[in-house]
């Protein structure tokens, strides 16, 4: 038994250095990393102000980037309000000059036609009223009277480009009616 006995010392013995030394390396591991954890909270306390004032100048950045971008903001609002009154004042415009040109137009065309008129009374007039001291008693050319409608289509159409600024609209033009030979007033036809 005395064997048995020397022989669970021995194992006894054998185990307790094996945890022995399986402690000191735990233990010497612990000692290291307490050391590094020390290094390392030695920087933080010496880094750490220097990143909470360098946080406070971003946040204080931030904020007058903000302040800014909101005053713009107002600025920007109050120039497309004064843009948009601009638009609206400028079609007002727009729209005044478009009907002041319509008139001037309008009035321009019954000028035309009454100068016309006038002109064809007064040919027809000097015709019939001067009859004896003419030999030869033609109706007026329906080539000339061609002439005389494309000239004033040309002349309105000129000036509702300059007026309008746009090409003036294509209707079918409407053709001078071609002397027949028959006077107004008198109903015959002249030979």
């Known amino acids: 038994m005395d064997v048995l006995l020397e022989l669970t010392i021995v194992v006894a013995v054998i185990a307790f250095v094996v945890l022995v030394g399986a402690l000191v390396a735990t233990i010497?591991?612990?000692k290291t990393t307490l050391v590094q954890a020390e290094k390392l909270l030695g920087h933080l306390n010496k880094e750490t102000p220097l990143l909470l004032s360098n946080l406070h100048e971003i946040s204080s950045n931030v904020r007058d980037v903000t302040h800014k971008t909101r005053e713009g903001m107002t600025h920007a609002m109050v120039l497309v309000h004064a843009i948009g009154d601009i638009g609206h004042t400028v079609k007002k415009m727009h729209l005044a000059v478009l009907d002041q040109g319509e008139?001037?137009?309008?009035?321009?065309?019954?000028?035309?036609?009454g100068i016309k008129r006038?002109?064809?009374?007064?040919?027809?007039?000097?015709?019939?009223?001067?009859?004896?001291?003419?030999?030869?008693?033609?109706?007026?050319s329906p080539v000339?009277?061609?002439?005389?409608?494309y000239l004033g289509m040309i002349v309105t159409q000129a000036l509702r480009k300059l007026l309008f600024g746009t090409e003036p609209d294509r209707a079918p033009v409407r053709q001078p009616q071609q002397n027949t030979g028959i006077r107004p007033t008198g109903?015959?036809?002249?030979s």
Do not use: C
């Open 118 to 140: 006038g002109f064809e009374s007064t040919q027809h007039r000097n015709t019939y009223d001067t009859k004896s001291f003419q030999e030869d008693d033609r109706p007026q």
């Open 187 to 190: 109903g015959r036809k002249v």
């Open 144 to 149: 000339k009277n061609m002439v005389k409608a």
């Open 103 to 113: 008139r001037l137009l309008n009035t321009f065309d019954s000028v035309k036609r």
């Open 28 to 30: 010497m591991q612990i």
